[in-house]
């Protein structure tokens, strides 16, 4: 007999009962129901509401199922629907009455947005964990290569020179603001929804600060309304999800494209590449590939969610059941792919050598020939369409403007000197741009320090 059916003449028909049933999936909270269950316990025995006797029942009653759920004897039904009737049965079964007591002054509705809201919370410093050994990994890649000089792109076009330090760099950065946009939300979900009842509170004298505490959140929930139908942070967690498997889709795009023949910037290791079932000489990204892959998935998880939510009254309706899955779906995504894609970058084989080849055919010290004319006094303009012709004269020539001699650039601007040639020198373009944040190893060095010191901080 289900715990709600007081009310019904009949059993539920079982396409409904198994329709109705989350347990298959939302039994991975059975630790937060659980200790959700006895810091209610315990506030009601606090409180007056039940006795001193029952409530030492109860949360010794509780901390047997959990061991027992822990060590693998404990099998969850359809029959109770849920993960809170599972427990509150079992529970009852084993210390009688006393058991029925525990759902005084609560309901499933505040029960199951205090073990959701607890669940994701603890899931935040995991995922902040990864990040931070990657851009610990990001930063011990970036002092190795901190004088290797490889084309800066836009539009997919060489452009202009950096270092693969300040490459890795970026994507440190981005990195970052991932963590403080998982902190920020852990900061703002940290409030307690338990005490809010089905919707309207309760008449009982509880003690919702101390269950708050209790459970380490800062406060409850000012509005009992929206204490049992709020998810924006499970929302807000997967938007934070989204732009950070954004960030690892990018950078899994440049590695599928520098490991490539056609650029050869760098070489997985073999413990994170696969071969071909019939192509002998294919050594594939797929690592790199199924986390771009996989963006997509976290993406559809946050649609889903925001589907769900848009069109829902206050205060809790059944569709919210549906709110389990792609959080869960996107938290286990988000933690497969981090380590793993960690590991791969950590693994790579960096080939310098490459990546100068590619920054001595671009062009890519055009900038710093026209600012070399300019620094002599030509407009800057000026200077652009000198410097315009005389990348197309090299072009039709196969030439770089390094292989002009003196007598060709004077052909173009009298203020062209031998001094031209260390201004357009790729590596003196590189050690040139200290401005800040740019890639000259002095800027390098300090962003390698501001991330290391960033990591510091949360590794206290």
Same mark, same amino acid.
């Given at each position: ?21 989350? +347990? ?9 129901? +659980?200790? =959700? ?20 029942? +109860?949360?010794? =009653? ?212 696969? =071969? ?38 206050? !205060? ?42 590619? !920054? ?9 020939? !026209? ?52 201004? +357009? ?36």
């Amino acid at each position: 007999m289900k715990l709600w059916s007081g009310r019904f003449g009949k059993e539920t028909d079982a396409l409904v009962n198994d329709f109705n049933a989350s +347990i298959q999936f939302d039994q991975r909270l059975y630790k937060e129901d +659980i200790t =959700g269950s006895m810091a209610h316990a315990k506030m009601l025995g606090a409180c007056g509401i039940i006795s001193a006797e029952d409530t030492e029942s +109860i949360v010794k =009653g509780l901390q047997s199922i959990l061991e027992d759920v822990e060590a693998g004897k404990v099998e969850f039904t359809a029959d109770n629907e849920d993960i809170h009737m599972n427990v509150e049965t079992i529970l009852t079964a084993r210390i009688g009455d006393a058991g029925k007591r525990l759902h005084t002054g609560r309901s499933r509705n505040d029960q199951v947005a205090v073990d959701f809201r607890m669940y994701v919370r603890d899931q935040i410093p995991v995922i902040i964990g990864q990040l931070l050994e990657l851009e610990t990994v990001l930063c011990r890649q970036a002092k190795q290569y901190q004088n290797t000089v490889m084309p800066g792109y836009t539009h997919l076009q060489r452009a202009q020179p950096i270092s693969f330090a300040q490459h890795l760099m970026a994507y440190a950065n981005m990195f970052s603001r991932d963590i403080t946009r998982l902190e920020d939300c852990a900061a703002r979900m940290n409030e307690c929804p338990l005490g809010s009842g089905a919707l309207a509170g309760t008449t009982y004298p509880i003690d919702r600060w101390q269950t708050a505490k209790a459970l380490g959140f800062d406060a409850p929930m000012s509005n009992s309304l929206d204490g049992v139908s709020d998810r924006d942070y499970a929302l807000e967690l997967m938007s934070a999800l989204s732009v950070l498997m954004m960030h690892l889709s990018r950078f899994s795009e440049e590695v599928i494209l520098w490991c490539s023949w056609e650029f050869k910037f760098i070489e997985l290791d073999d413990a994170y590449s696969t =071969g071909s079932s019939i192509m002998p000489q294919k050594k594939n990204p797929d690592v790199a590939e199924l986390v771009r892959g996989k963006t997509g998935r976290v993406y559809g998880d946050l649609m889903s969610l925001l589907t769900t939510m848009k069109g829902i009254p206050l !205060a809790y309706n059944k569709d919210m059941q549906e709110d389990k899955e792609p959080v869960f779906d996107a938290i286990d995504t988000v933690e497969m792919c981090i380590p793993v894609f960690s590991a791969m970058i950590d693994t790579m084989r960096v080939l310098p050598e490459n990546m100068r080849r590619a !920054a001595g055919r671009g062009f890519i010290n055009a900038t710093d020939c !026209a600012d070399y004319l300019t620094k002599k006094g030509m407009p800057f303009r000026d200077a652009y369409t000198v410097t315009g012709r005389l990348v197309a004269a090299c072009t039709a020539q196969g030439k770089t403007l390094e292989d002009l001699t003196i007598d060709e650039l004077k052909t173009s601007s009298e203020l062209f000197d031998e001094d031209v040639y260390e201004a +357009i020198n790729l590596e003196n373009c590189m050690a040139l741009r200290a401005s800040y944040g740019g890639p000259a190893v002095s800027e390098t060095t300090r962003q390698i320090e501001a991330i290391e010191a960033f990591v510091a901080a949360r590794n206290i």
